[in-house]
T-cell receptor
């Protein structure tokens, strides 16, 4: 099974609402990254949080990391229809900084 | 956009034939990765490279081989294609491996009949 697992698998919200996605992983990490994928396209990097950080912000994105629970969350505030996409977490294991392994993704639909 | 080109963009082939996918970058990044994406599995790492002639296996390397004879090109070969290798294949590059973000190509849709 994969290192990262996102929850929920799918999420549908109204425009203007907040969207929260969670990622759980199994072993100690160096960092955790979030990516977005629009349908049929390659992934685009959103944010990277290192193991010694607890929270990071980028625009309408807020990422938290709880290494004791081996989990991370991605919050998108005031969602827009353009945020409709799949979101993936990716982990880099401690001592294994070369390998980047992805979770199964959360499919977000924002309804106008 | 990072300079990453995957070719071909689409390919249909028959079971048992060899197939080579190419990833070409113009960023001079050291690290290159091949992933496959399938419904319900997200992205799974096939192989990656940390320099010319330096490669290592990922999670799902069986049936695949790679080569990197120069910095800008990373080739993925399916030695004898099977229907289970029907997938979308993505190449990614990074300047410093997992320490920084990955940049992705547009993908290759491969169908093995």
């Amino acid at each position: 099974s994969q290192q990262g697992e996102e929850d929920p698998q799918a999420l549908s919200i109204q425009e203007g609402e907040n969207a929260t996605m969670n990622c759980s992983y199994k072993t100690s990490i160096n960092n955790l990254q979030w990516y977005r994928q629009n349908s049929g396209r390659g992934l685009v990097h959103l944010i990277l949080i290192r193991s010694n950080e607890r929270e990071k912000h980028s625009g309408r994105l807020r990422v938290t990391l709880d290494t004791s629970k081996k989990s991370s969350s991605l919050l998108i505030t005031a969602s827009r229809a353009a945020d409709t996409a799949s979101y993936f977490c990716a982990t880099v294991l401690s001592g294994g900084y070369q390998k980047v392994t992805f979770g199964t993704g959360t499919k977000l639909q924002v309804i106008p | 956009d990072a300079g990453i080109t995957q070719s071909p963009r689409h390919k249909v082939t028959e079971t048992g034939t060899p197939v080579t996918l190419r990833c070409h970058q113009t960023e001079n990044h050291r690290y290159m990765y091949w992933y496959r994406q399938d419904p319900g599995h997200g992205l799974r790492l096939i192989h990656y490279s940390y320099g010319v002639k330096d490669t290592d296996k990922g999670e799902v390397s069986d049936g695949y081989s790679v080569s990197r004879s120069k910095t800008e090109d990373f080739l993925l070969t399916l030695e004898s294609a099977t229907s289970s290798q029907t997938s979308v294949y993505f190449c990614a590059i990074s300047e410093s491996g997992g320490n920084e973000k990955l940049f992705f190509g547009s993908g290759t849709q491969l169908s093995v009949l």
